[in-house]
């Protein structure tokens, strides 16, 4: 290979890893506001995060399975399965792909809450998360 084609080919490499580690956050709040979501607020993110919610006669809360140090691995209260830390400074690929947030706040919502999230809770939410 000549050194024109592997310059080429190495930086093409760069550009996918970089896309696939983009951090999708910024986005979606803009998305959310544009659905009427107000600017956000971090802690009300933090405080909706700690907040426990009677479900099935027992309290859940988002750090039942993602613990309250966001930096490191939880695991599902119910399975025991692993959970990569959610703090995207600690895993580059947690908030990569918007339909796989959209997916996980979904389901997460209705575990959590009994209910999906609104908007402002998405955005006050992911703004708590990106300062993690």
């Known amino acids: 290979m000549r050194l024109n084609q592997f310059i080429i080919v190495c930086l093409c490499c760069l550009f996918m890893a ?13 998305g959310f506001q544009a659905q009427g979501a107000s600017v956000g607020d971090a802690d009300a993110g933090e405080a909706l995060w700690k907040k426990k ?11 039942s399975c993602h613990t309250l140090d966001l930096t490191k691995a939880g695991s599902h209260i119910r399975t025991g399965k692993i959970i990569e830390p959610m703090a995207p400074s600690v895993t580059l690929t947690r908030f990569s792909e918007v339909k796989k947030v959209h997916k996980w ?4 919502c209705k575990w959590v809450l009994s209910r999906e999230c609104s908007i ?6 992911l703004l708590f998360l990106q300062k993690q």
Do not use: H, L, W, Y
């Not at 919610?53 to 750090?63: D, H, L, P, T």
């Open 105 to 108: 706040f979904r389901r997460n």
């Open 53 to 63: 919610f009677m479900v099935e006669g027992k309290a859940r809360s988002c750090q």
């Open 18 to 30: 970089n896309t696939a580690s983009a951090n999708v956050i910024p986005e979606m709040v803009e």
């Open 120 to 125: 402002q809770e998405k955005v006050d939410i």
